[in-house]
């Protein structure tokens, strides 16, 4: 096995749409380069965040990393295997910020149940992850309530625990804190820092700096779908700024 993940000269490209569909969006689209000529490269245990202002891209990366967008041009290899093989699908887990595929008649614990069968995980093994993620996360107050009723804090906090259900080598999180009250913010960011975590290889996207330096070893910064920066993560949002507004040197 290789790197954690490898990037070379990665590219993507949100193409138009089929004009029956602009007609029905009403609205003229056009093609949107959103990933250009990335590389980027991850020891196994690393830790990164992404930033960027947002539209820089940040998402859009995560999803390509995953599997669920296909690159235009490019290579990205995930422990040496592509982000779309059956190798890389049992060891990676991810966490959307705006999640929207769970079953929301249904309980946390159910949906959590449900999720892990489907990736051919037994029940006991589930009975004492959902219990120890519940635990950590702070969800077990909630683990018999209907998804419907959470709320956006807590639906989050429940995508967390889902994206690490299998035990991921690699774990890949969008915007992890958002939605949160401060208090469940740190909660989160501990747990992003603590032992359990240790030996997992951690990418997540946020917009904060101060999150950035708390969670990770490195950052990248992007713009326009470009890296404009990488190294430790910068000091204050001044920082930040200046980077992002200095353009492409």
């Known amino acids: 096995m290789g790197k954690a993940l490898k990037i070379e000269n990665l590219n993507f490209t949100y193409k138009n749409p089929p004009k029956i569909l602009s007609y029905l969006m009403g609205k003229k689209s056009k093609e ?3 990933i250009e000529g990335i590389n980027l490269s991850l020891e196994r245990g690393e830790t990164l965040a992404i930033m960027g ?3 820089a891209g940040k998402t859009t990366l995560l999803k390509i990393i995953v599997g669920l967008l296909k690159e235009d041009s490019g290579k990205i290899e995930i ?3 592509s982000p779309d093989s059956e190798e890389t699908k049992k060891i990676i887990g991810f966490a959307q910020s705006d999640e929207r595929s769970f079953y929301y008649r249904l309980s946390v614990r159910d949906n959590l149940f449900f999720f892990g069968e489907l ?7 589930l009975k004492k992850k959902i219990g120890e993620l519940a635990e950590i996360l702070k969800i077990d107050s909630f683990l018999d309530e209907v998804f419907f009723e959470l709320s956006s804090g807590m639906k989050q906090k429940v995508s967390i625990a889902r994206a690490l259900l299998w035990d991921p080598k690699i774990i890949l999180l969008d915007e992890p804190t958002r939605s949160l009250d401060l208090v469940a913010q740190e909660e989160v960011k501990n747990f ?13 996207s946020t917009h904060k700096t101060e999150e950035a330096k708390e969670i990770a070893e ?3 910064i992007l713009k326009e779908g470009k890296i404009v920066y990488e190294g430790k993560p910068v ?8 980077i992002v507004e200095g353009g492409f040197n």
């Open 32 to 34: 949107v380069v959103a």
């Open 53 to 55: 202002k947002n539209g």
């Open 79 to 81: 422990f040496g295997n």
């Open 119 to 125: 990736w051919g995980k037994d029940y006991k093994f």
């Open 192 to 204: 992003l820092k603590s032992e359990y975590l240790k030996e997992k290889t951690l990418i997540a």
């Open 218 to 220: 490195r950052s990248i």
């Open 235 to 242: 000091s204050n949002e001044e920082e930040f700024k200046e």
